[in-house]
């Protein structure tokens, strides 16, 4: 028989560190899984990012969040919930990917069955049974993809870096929120020559108050390059093709960046037999419990939102744990 859980957690970024210490003062210990690090999303973050909420609001557990300024750094919070999770004693294990879970009542005395592999090192399956399947899984893992030819090109990243890698390179960023100004600003100040391409004709209104002056002046000085109402068509392994009002033009390229955006793990859900709405692919869940059609599979997170993945924060998210551990659902 395969080891059993009480509960599994898997996401350990903020709203799944959250979801266990609701568990853990519950007295329910649960084992939380991530395919990355502790707080993956964060990580993906530009290098020194500063949050655009207040630190009181990315609280969990009840743990103060001191940092050096009114915003909190990227680097700020990483210290933070991995100092969160070592203070309340939450089982991590990082690095390990949920495969795929059903229930298996006829063999494991109605429990779910966890497939899991580890993606460093040793990547033999495990199996993990529990009583209770809490999906805490955001959405870094499965970029928005453009369908273009050349996408798949090691150069092409749909994640930012650190700018210090870029000086000396020409560099296409495509895309026009908060991820792509920062990293073309970060960028433009390392010595990059940056050009950014979106289809719309200004920047996404969510920008950052303190982001938006400052990339639209390097704009308006010539220091970063864009190209408004404007779609990739092609990347090759020097140059992207794009297509604006004026035709087809060749922007040259040494690494290319395409923030565009991500989305939840639908697959995950329709192999669980979740159900999804067919237009905004919302999981069918109990808003008091959190718990699916399912039952003792439930939904921590922007998971709940389906597509509209920008109504879940972490402010908000963080009280999920308390809906699925304190709301009387099914296990």
């Known amino acids: 028989m395969p080891p059993t859980e009480s509960a599994l957690v898997v996401g350990a970024g903020p709203i799944g560190l959250a979801c266990a210490i609701a568990a853990r003062r519950r007295g329910i210990d649960p084992l939380v899984i991530d395919a990355g690090a502790i707080g993956e999303s964060i990580v993906r973050y530009p290098v020194g990012m500063v949050f655009f ?6 609280e969990i557990g009840g743990h103060p969040f001191v940092c050096a300024g009114p915003k909190a750094t990227r680097e700020e919070a990483l210290m933070y919930y991995r100092g969160v999770a070592r203070a309340e004693g939450l089982r991590v294990r990082p690095y390990t990917r949920l495969v795929r879970a059903e229930r298996t009542a006829e063999r494991t005395g109605d429990q779910i069955a966890c497939h899991l592999e580890r993606t460093l090192g040793d990547r033999r399956p495990e199996t993990v049974t529990c009583g209770r ?4 899984i955001g959405y870094f893992e499965h970029p928005t993809l453009l369908g273009v030819p050349g996408e798949d090109l090691p150069h092409v990243s749909h994640y930012s870096e650190e700018a210090h890698r870029l000086c000396g390179l020409d560099v296409v960023i495509v895309g026009a929120k908060n991820s792509a100004v920062e990293l073309a600003l970060n960028a433009f100040r390392a010595g990059a020559r940056v050009t950014v391409v979106h289809r719309g004709p200004s920047l996404k209104p969510t920008v950052k108050y303190w982001l938006r002056p400052d990339f639209e002046n390097r ?4 220091e970063i390059a864009i190209r408004w109402n404007s779609v990739v068509e092609e990347i090759t392994a020097g140059d992207v093709a794009v297509r604006g009002s004026g035709g087809v033009e060749r922007l040259p390229a040494d690494r290319v960046f395409l923030l ?5 793990d639908f697959a995950l859900l329709r192999a669980l037999r979740v159900t999804l ?3 905004s692919q919302r999981p069918a869940h109990d808003p008091a419990t959190l718990e699916t059609n399912v039952p003792g599979v439930y939904l921590a997170g922007s998971l709940t939102a389906g597509r509209f993945i920008s109504e879940v924060f972490i402010e908000n ?3 999920d744990g308390e809906k699925i551990f304190g709301g009387g659902g099914s296990r």
């Open 133 to 136: 399947l809490v999906l805490a």
């Open 53 to 58: 909420t207040t630190p009181d609001r990315l």
């Open 219 to 222: 704009v308006a000085a010539g």
């Open 260 to 264: 565009t955006g991500f989305r939840p």
């Open 317 to 319: 998210g963080r009280f």
């Open 277 to 279: 709405d067919p237009d």
